[in-house]
């Protein structure tokens, strides 16, 4: 089993940028590819410009395993997701007969309007990816994954495609907080992290109700790797009297 499968996330839309629609998106694709075993490494956010989402996504399906988009294929104008990942790929954009037949038979043919038949563009090539709430498909080309920007509709399909990812080694962590401020034990955390190979070790500053103190995680995909980190960090919590508390 490969060690260690990377993964991007491209958030596309304006409403994003423009603090109009809150990215909620993020934290639960992070925590669903690390069960399957593939860490999220990179997240970017474009506007809804095709040349912006076209670079993006040369760039980013190049440098990792897999490359996951949010937002853009839904029925209104400036959604050029579909477009902008033909593009990108040199291929052109197709009315998906499969798209075609699951959006008429949901809308019947007086309601399947030109927009509703925008939901039905699919790169040449692309393979759908079912939507069970809503109907209209999300779709993946090569190592790419394009999918709504709704989270719940985002949720489902995102169910749809464990076949088709192949994960590497669980990334496992470990919380520890101390009640101790960032600066007083940054060389602590360093030296600790350079004598352990093969763990990442952040902190986290939070101040709360006139308390100061870190949150320190621990990351790496190897147990035994956490559990000595985790003694020496309670050792020196230990010897430097640092109330401690393991979540």
């Known amino acids: 089993m490969k060690n260690t499968v990377k993964a991007a996330l491209l958030i596309i839309g304006d409403e994003i940028l423009s603090g109009r629609t809150q990215d909620r998106n993020t ?5 669903w590819l690390n069960e399957a075993g593939i860490q999220l490494s990179e997240v970017r956010v474009v506007p809804d410009i095709e ?10 399906r190049g440098k990792y ?38 959006l ?3 809308y019947n043919e007086d309601n399947f309007t030109e927009a509703r038949q925008r939901m039905t563009r ?22 790419v994954f394009v999918m709504a920007g709704v989270p719940k509709v985002m949720q489902a399909m ?35 992290e350079k004598s352990i190979d093969g763990i990442s070790i952040g902190s986290y500053p939070f101040y709360h109700e006139g308390n100061s103190g870190t949150q320190i ?10 559990e000595r980190a985790e003694s020496a960090l309670v050792k020196a919590c230990n010897v430097n009297g640092w109330k401690h508390n393991i979540n």
Do not use: M
């Open 27 to 31: 934290s639960y694709i992070a925590n």
């Open 51 to 60: 040349e912006e989402i076209v670079h993006a996504i040369n760039r980013l």
């Open 65 to 102: 395993e897999y490359l996951f988009t949010t937002g853009g294929i839904g029925p209104t104008h400036d959604d050029i997701t579909a477009e902008a990942v033909a593009k990108a790929f040199d291929v052109p954009v197709e009315k998906h007969p499969e798209a075609y037949a699951r």
């Open 104 to 106: 008429l038979a949901y």
């Open 122 to 143: 699919v790169p040449k090539g692309g393979v759908l990816i079912d939507n069970p709430v809503s109907i209209a498909p999300g779709f993946k080309i090569e190592n």
């Open 158 to 192: 995102l169910e749809q495609l464990r076949r088709h990812l192949k994960g590497g080694r669980k990334v496992h962590s470990l919380t520890i907080t101390i009640n101790a401020p960032e600066s007083v034990i940054a060389d602590t955390l360093g030296a600790i």
């Open 217 to 226: 995680v621990t990351r790496s995909v190897n147990q035994d790797l956490l």
